[in-house]
């Protein structure tokens, strides 16, 4: 409870400050609008549905590419943490990739897809698929290799080796590595819908911006900030937590 009232406090003293940052006239009411103003903005894009019809396409498309990310990149890195030709192959080419920014792979989406969600899927998709792939290899290489041997002494091979044994012990890792590709899958989702035109929180705010109406621009921030901090608290933290007190790392 106490830790509630500091948040909000905290959150209350920001608005405070935007307050006195516009009452100082230091920026036109265009460039920055008032708290009271992107309050009403927020309120209408809710009641008329616009926020809650973007809410719901941008968390479709996020939705599908993310899953099909971790499915992928925990296949791939089961297959480079275990095997050592993928290893020396396919885990050099996934090292370069991770360097390249996501918005790289927009021209080549554009060309294979088009203007459609299938494009800003394959973005969402390249955004979060080379982390999880790396951290999972990772957690593989990890494994304490008495595990290994111990699981192998009572019989356990092939896939019950990697369903009993070498995900469960790579967990850890596993979901460090879905927690860094959501959030670069989330703002590759945010890129692709700015630059292609379609519905979605990301066309919102390039709605904003043409139109200049900075309070629009500023309550769709807003929308895909709290997104962002629920998914983070409702599910990641969670699952953290859970796994913490599964490896006794609980601090008493």
């Known amino acids: 409870m106490y830790s509630i009232i500091k948040r909000v406090l905290f959150f209350i003293l920001l608005i405070g400050i935007w307050e006195l940052l516009f009452r100082f006239g230091i920026w036109p009411e265009y460039v920055l609008p008032t708290p009271v103003s992107v309050g009403k903005t927020l309120i209408h894009g809710f009641h ?3 926020f809650l019809i973007a809410i719901a396409i941008s968390m479709k498309r996020i939705a599908i590419g993310y899953g099909i990310s971790i499915v992928i990149g925990i296949f791939l890195g089961l297959l480079i943490g275990r095997i050592r030709i993928f290893e020396e192959t396919l885990g050099s080419l996934i090292s370069g990739l991770q360097t390249l ?5 927009l021209p080549l989406a554009l060309l294979w ?19 999880i792939t790396i951290a999972t290899d990772t957690g593989v290489k990890s494994v304490p290799i008495l595990y290994l041997r111990a699981a192998k002494t009572m019989g356990a091979r092939g896939w019950k080796l990697y369903l009993e044994v070498i995900i469960p012990a790579a967990l850890p890792h596993i979901i460090t590595g879905m927690k860094q590709g959501w959030s670069f899958a989330w703002r590759s989702l945010m890129a692709g819908e700015l630059l292609i035109v379609c519905l979605g929180l990301g066309h919102l705010l390039m709605i904003g911006r043409e139109l200049n109406d900075m309070s629009q621009v500023i309550a769709v921030m807003i929308v895909i900030i709290i997104i962002g901090i629920l998914v983070d608290r409702l599910f990641f933290v ?11 790392l609980v601090k008493v």
Not at 101 to 105: A, D, F
Request: aromatic fraction near 10%; charge should be positive; hydrophobic fraction near 45%.
């Open 238 to 248: 969670k699952v953290e937590q859970r796994i913490r007190e599964r490896w006794g």
């Open 101 to 105: 920014p996501t918005i790289c792979w």
């Open 113 to 131: 897809f088009g203007l459609n969600d299938r494009a800003i899927i394959f973005l969402v998709i390249m955004g979060a698929v080379l982390s």
């Open 48 to 50: 008329d549905h616009t």
